[in-house]
């Protein structure tokens, strides 16, 4: 699904994630990789497979958009390092390393020398771009705003009170969060309060308006 945001065309993708054809760029938000070996670490029995699936749907987005850059809107690594950052420094260091960025959120807290070491750019805790703000939480600012951090979730209702969260682009004001992109996140449930608000959610390879 395309929308306009900021004066541009943004692509919404159900994989979780937005591609911004004018800039040629690939957004991604709460990755929280390293979560599965954080939670065996204290106890947890997390499959050791758990963040496959995050890697899997990144080929098939870097395969579908070829994009020029990949940048990351926070929260890439879920804790202190572990055998789970080798695994993703290899990973982007045999898909062009210098093509990925990071907007540092509150989940990333390992030293910078190992993001450069991976070859990612480190962007600090925003980047002002052409007239947009990359930030890892949203932000009420005078200019647009894209950011994630919420982790993002529509409430759906049907008949006979079924009830459902679904992942989600929230768009409020002049911010858009992005869903959470990492298969081991949970859903913070948005609403629509204000006017303009917008909420598009994902159910399986569909986005549909709420």
């Keep these: 699904m395309e929308i306009d945001f900021g004066g541009e065309c943004i692509e919404l993708n ?12 690939l957004l991604l938000a709460d990755i929280h990789l390293g979560k599965a070996a954080h939670f065996r ?39 202190a ?26 989940h990333d807290i390992l030293s910078d020398a190992h993001y450069r070491d991976a070859g990612l750019q480190l962007l600090g805790e925003a980047w002002i771009d052409n007239g947009i703000c990359f930030r890892h939480e949203p932000a009420a600012l005078d200019l647009p705003v894209i950011a994630g951090h919420v982790h993002p979730g529509a409430a759906i209702e049907g008949r006979g009170r079924q009830r459902l969260r679904l992942p989600c682009f929230h768009i409020s004001g002049q911010t858009l969060t992005m869903p959470a992109f990492g298969a081991l996140t949970g859903l913070f449930t948005v609403h629509k309060n204000k006017a303009n608000d917008r909420i598009y959610a994902i159910a399986g390879d569909k986005i549909y308006p709420v």
Aim: include cysteine; charged fraction near 25%; hydrophobic fraction near 45%.
């Design 81 to 106: 390092h572990n055998a789970d950052w080798e695994q993703f420094a290899d990973f982007i260091r045999l898909r062009h390393a210098d093509r990925w960025m990071l907007v540092e959120g509150n």
């Design 14 to 25: 159900p994989l979780r994630c937005a591609f911004m054809r004018q800039r040629n760029m």
């Design 41 to 79: 670490r204290h106890g947890l029995a997390v499959p050791g497979e758990a963040h496959t699936a995050d890697y899997v749907r990144i080929d098939q987005l870097l395969e579908t958009y070829q994009p020029a850059k990949i940048l990351i809107l926070g929260d890439l690594f879920h804790s």
